[in-house]
């Protein structure tokens, strides 16, 4: 485990407790130890940190490649995440990330692949997320963010749903039903 990351971990979850007070509710476990993607909406730049708040395992992150510029690049690659190119097929993505997840990891991903600005509940979930866990054979816990990151409002809430067994769906069905499982939460917590 890295002990940069956990340090970090620490500290955010400090100061979100304390500036958001945001809500976590479970609706299924995150397993302590086997291969898991953590799957949901995108709402904010915060919202790596707040996901940080839901397990004591490390999570790897799939960032966007802009991010692992300047000092954030030293940041990004001591805590792990994975750069991504947004504006193409980015298949060192897909490598790294199965690789990771066959070492039994925790990765995110935001798969609308931007944060979402528009009046929609979320954007249509980008393909890489089901290539890589079909490739990689992990189950995606779905997760839904609501609310506002606004000092004191505490209207955050983080909602961690049900368990989707990856092998159970083809892959066009698992991103339908990823899809619908991460809109019902948000429309649950609203």
Do not use: W
Not at 74 to 88: A, G, Q
Not at 144 to 167: E, S
């Amino acid at each position: 485990m890295n002990n940069l990351y956990q340090n970090l971990r620490i500290l955010v979850n400090l100061l979100m407790k304390i500036l958001y007070n945001p809500c976590i509710t479970f609706q299924d476990e995150i397993p302590s130890q086997e291969k898991i993607i953590l799957v949901g909406n995108h709402k904010s730049n915060l919202d790596p940190l707040l996901l940080t708040m839901v397990t004591k395992r490390q999570i790897h992150f799939l960032a966007k490649e802009e991010l692992f510029k300047g000092l954030l690049k030293y940041l990004m690659n001591n805590i792990e995440s994975i750069p991504v190119k947004r504006d193409k097929e980015d298949f060192e993505v897909l490598k790294k990330a199965t690789s990771l997840l066959k070492e039994d990891k925790c990765l995110a991903i935001f798969p609308e692949g931007t944060l979402n600005k528009t009046s929609d509940l979320i954007l249509p979930f980008k393909l890489g997320t089901i290539a890589i866990a079909k490739r990689s054979k992990a189950d995606i816990i779905p997760f839904a963010i609501t609310g506002n990151y606004k000092l004191i409002r505490n209207d955050l809430k983080l909602t961690i749903g049900k368990r989707i067994r990856t092998n159970d769906y083809t892959s066009l069905n698992l991103k339908e039903k990823v899809e619908y499982d991460v809109k019902k939460l948000i429309l649950e917590n609203r």
